[in-house]
């Protein structure tokens, strides 16, 4: 027979896949990755070990499966068959079900199938917050409103429900990993792992008492326990989030990285969100913010820096170098009136560019990824009065492998390919403001919502099935996210001595 590509005899051959399976995870070098070193390796990451699957747990057949990998591939009738938590093969419906005829099937016809979003910036358990102060500037809502109501109300229990409310509502809008900044991480990953989500989770360090830690030095140490705790786990990525150049001092920034270093674990910070910021720094360091964490050693390729709104080509140009990730948050932007980052530049630069929601507190408000897409690229276009700026294509692709980029997990997940992870969405396509639909990219960002996600995947267990949550009590949490709301309402309305 003759061969036209070694890709049609994967997918016609059973016994080349089960020879060739180990090294299908091997990626091309990233288009986007820096030219110059960086000064820091990235983070160290747990994987799966690699090994020939001759067979598939669970088939995912007859839908339009938007593969999102290096040359934007799209299957009509097409198929992604999963063994345990890793993509065996994806292609031609017929192929993959004649070669897995006794897997279990999830029948996808007139459905998208899509690598599950990736929300590169989120604080979870702000969720228990969500609308506690709208319509203000970031340093009033934050040092006025935000920061007050932690101090009365975040608790572990508050976390642990907090993040409960959160994952609820970013699997029902096809969230399948998440990267988070907050207090009682522990936590977070407890839930987040019990809710079968995916998690690079950051705990807080602040230069003040934060609900969970009164000094530095206790964050540090708690944080050391928590990196330790979670080393190695295949669903939970351990991360320390200094929360900006702002709020710790450089001794602070400097700590937090070399124990995140020490672990190989990735560093979270918000970097450049306000002209303000950006002002302020400048004033008193000389530098912008950007170059200063450059000049104390902070920036490398494990770090994700998020909103990164006020930066120049400069910056622009250290954050590609130092392999920074970095997480644009449309809606939050937006509701702070922070600005508009420079995205269309920062892709140009070759950065690794993810979307995020930002936190359900009066900063966006909601854990949306079909949202962040859709304001992502009209944002764009209406600032820079070009309907090109920012395409269909390239926020999906931050929404996806853009997404996995920014956390350096690129290898693992973010597009449908044999020998990732196996987190796959499926979208609806009978509702009327999908129909018709001419462009499968343009549909997803400008036509669909969270409500059209209809099937989750993560790493290969289904957690939403027809709209139906398998592994969240809905009603429980709902219920006692308004037993908390009631809670918060009585501490903001009694007056502190």
Known sequence: MKLRSLFSAYLALPVLLFLCAPSAARQAPDSGAAQNPAPHPPPQRPRL???????ADLLITGGTVVTMDASHRVLEDGAVAVHEAQIVAVGPRADLEARYPSARRIDAHGRIVLPGFINTHTHAAMSLLRGIANDLTLEDWLSNHIFPAEKLNVTEDFCVWGTRLAALEMIEGGTTTFADMYYFEDAVARETKAAGLRGVLGESVIDFPVPDSPSVDQSLAQIEKYLERWKGDPMIRAAVAPHSPYTCSAGTLQRAAALARRFGAPLLIHVAETRHERDESLEKKKLSPVAWLDS???LGPDVLAAHCVWVDDADIRTLA????????????????ASGVAPVPAMLAAGLRMGLGTDSPAGSGNRLDMMDAMDLAAKLQKVSRLDPKALTAWQVLEMATIGGARALHMEDQIGSLEAGKQADIILLRTDAPHEVPAYDVAGAIVYSMTAGDVETVVVAGRVVMERRRLLTLDSPSILAKAREYAESVRKSLATPQK
């Open 49 to 55: 070990p690699s090994r020939s699957v001759p067979s």
């Open 296 to 298: 104390i050693g902070f």
């Open 321 to 336: 170098a130092r392999g920074v990730g970095c997480a644009h948050n449309p809606a939050s932007n937006m509701m702070l």
